[in-house]
């Protein structure tokens, strides 16, 4: 992200308009756009004649009109994912270096986090969860499909019709993602987080075009107190704090790869400044979570 562009976020910040949608669609350097993907399908079908599909199952020799179809026929997935911070005394936030041989997000700097999993709606209705906590992220979580269309069908079946989710169904997502986020951060940093120090935060869906979709949804939470974080996960090389400013100099740079939610996020993050403002922001009930789903020119 170029100077100019961070410095007219901070500007819209501080008015009280920060648009997250509109960085999320707006930067094109840090590929999800799923353009990668469909390039790759591509010359996929020029190298490979003597073949109709690759290991993947997708389309090496076939029309446009073929590889749209399979991009359009690539389910998405629940997922969560938690943005530890600390003030070290800048803001930071504690983040995994992905292996770069994973076929999804790979050589980037992420979240820990994961997809939601049958075990996480199995256990959901047994996580403690104080009432007014499940209110509050039934309320920032309203916009979205968790609570809107409920988890546990999507799990089961992520290429099933979404219907309307009844206000049990809802409760049950709430506590699904909350399950999936305190599992992964566990499995990750051998750390157990408590579901109320846990905030709504943000919604983005991976747009088509992509092998692997997720529509993942986003919790902050403050790293002080806990213990030290480890790094325990096969599917990043290390993991450690680091400010906020240092990875966004550092995604400019060229040190760190960051795909466009993490870029986006950070940038918010970046202008609110402090732990306890991104607190007061997750949890004075003034801010909208909303779906951001960028979209691919011929693929919807």
């Given at each position: 992200?170029?100077?100019?562009?961070?410095?007219?976020?901070?500007?819209?910040?501080?008015?009280?308009?920060?648009?997250?949608?509109?960085?999320?669609?707006?930067?094109?350097?840090?590929?999800?756009?799923?353009?990668?993907?469909?390039?790759?399908?591509?010359?996929?079908?020029?190298?490979?004649?003597?073949?109709?599909?690759?290991?993947?199952?997708?389309?090496?020799?076939?029309?446009?009109?073929?590889?749209?179809?399979?991009?359009?026929?690539?389910?998405?997935?629940?997922?969560?994912?938690?943005?530890?911070?600390?003030?070290?005394?800048?803001?930071?936030?504690?983040?995994?270096?992905?292996?770069?041989?994973?076929?999804?997000?790979?050589?980037?700097?992420?979240?820990?986090?994961?997809?939601?999993?049958?075990?996480?709606?199995?256990?959901?209705?047994?996580?403690?969860?104080?009432?007014?906590?499940?209110?509050?992220?039934?309320?920032?979580?309203?916009?979205?499909?968790?609570?809107?269309?409920?988890?546990?069908?999507?799990?089961?079946?992520?290429?099933?019709?979404?219907?309307?989710?009844t206000p049990a169904e809802a409760a049950q997502g709430v506590r699904t993602l909350l399950a999936c986020a305190i599992r992964?951060?566990?499995?990750?940093?051998?750390?157990?987080?408590?579901?109320?120090?846990?905030?709504?935060?943000?919604?983005?869906v991976t747009p088509p075009g992509r092998s692997k979709r997720f529509d993942t949804y986003f919790f902050v939470t403050a790293?002080?107190?806990?213990?030290?974080?480890?790094?325990?996960?096969?599917?990043?090389?290390?993991?450690?704090?680091?400010?906020?400013?240092?990875?966004?100099?550092?995604?400019?740079?060229?040190?760190?790869?960051?795909?466009r939610p993490t870029l986006a996020l950070l940038t918010e993050l970046q202008t609110l400044g402090t732990v306890d403002a991104?607190?007061?922001?997750?949890?004075?009930?003034?801010?909208?979570?909303?779906?951001?789903?960028?979209?691919?020119?011929?693929?919807?």
């Amino acid at each position: 992200m170029s100077s100019e562009s961070q410095s007219a976020a901070q500007t819209d910040q501080a008015a009280g308009a920060f648009d997250l949608a509109a960085l999320v669609h707006g930067d094109d350097r840090a590929d999800l756009s799923g353009q990668a993907d469909h390039d790759a399908l591509k010359r996929a079908q020029q190298k490979s004649a003597q073949q109709a599909t690759d290991g993947q199952g997708r389309p090496t020799r076939s029309s446009t009109g073929d590889l749209l179809d399979y991009a359009k026929k690539v389910p998405v997935r629940p997922a969560t994912s938690v943005i530890i911070l600390r003030q070290a005394p800048d803001l930071q936030v504690f983040v995994q270096h992905r292996v770069k041989t994973m076929d999804f997000a790979a050589g980037v700097v992420v979240f820990p986090g994961g997809r939601v999993d049958l075990q996480d709606v199995e256990k959901a209705a047994g996580l403690p969860v104080d009432p007014a906590d499940l209110d509050r992220h039934l309320t920032a979580w309203s916009q979205t499909d968790a609570v809107r269309n409920g988890l546990a069908g999507s799990v089961a079946d992520p290429g099933a019709e979404p219907a309307e989710a009844t206000p049990a169904e809802a409760a049950q997502g709430v506590r699904t993602l909350l399950a999936c986020a305190i599992r992964e951060v566990e499995e990750e940093t051998g750390q157990r987080l408590g579901t109320g120090i846990m905030h709504p935060w943000a919604n983005l869906v991976t747009p088509p075009g992509r092998s692997k979709r997720f529509d993942t949804y986003f919790f902050v939470t403050a790293g002080e107190g806990l213990a030290d974080l480890a790094h325990q996960t096969t599917e990043a090389t290390n993991s450690e704090w680091l400010s906020v400013d240092d990875l966004l100099t550092g995604e400019v740079e060229g040190r760190y790869r960051l795909m466009r939610p993490t870029l986006a996020l950070l940038t918010e993050l970046q202008t609110l400044g402090t732990v306890d403002a991104v607190l007061e922001q997750a949890t004075n009930g003034a801010r909208t979570i909303e779906s951001i789903r960028p979209q691919v020119p011929g693929i919807h």
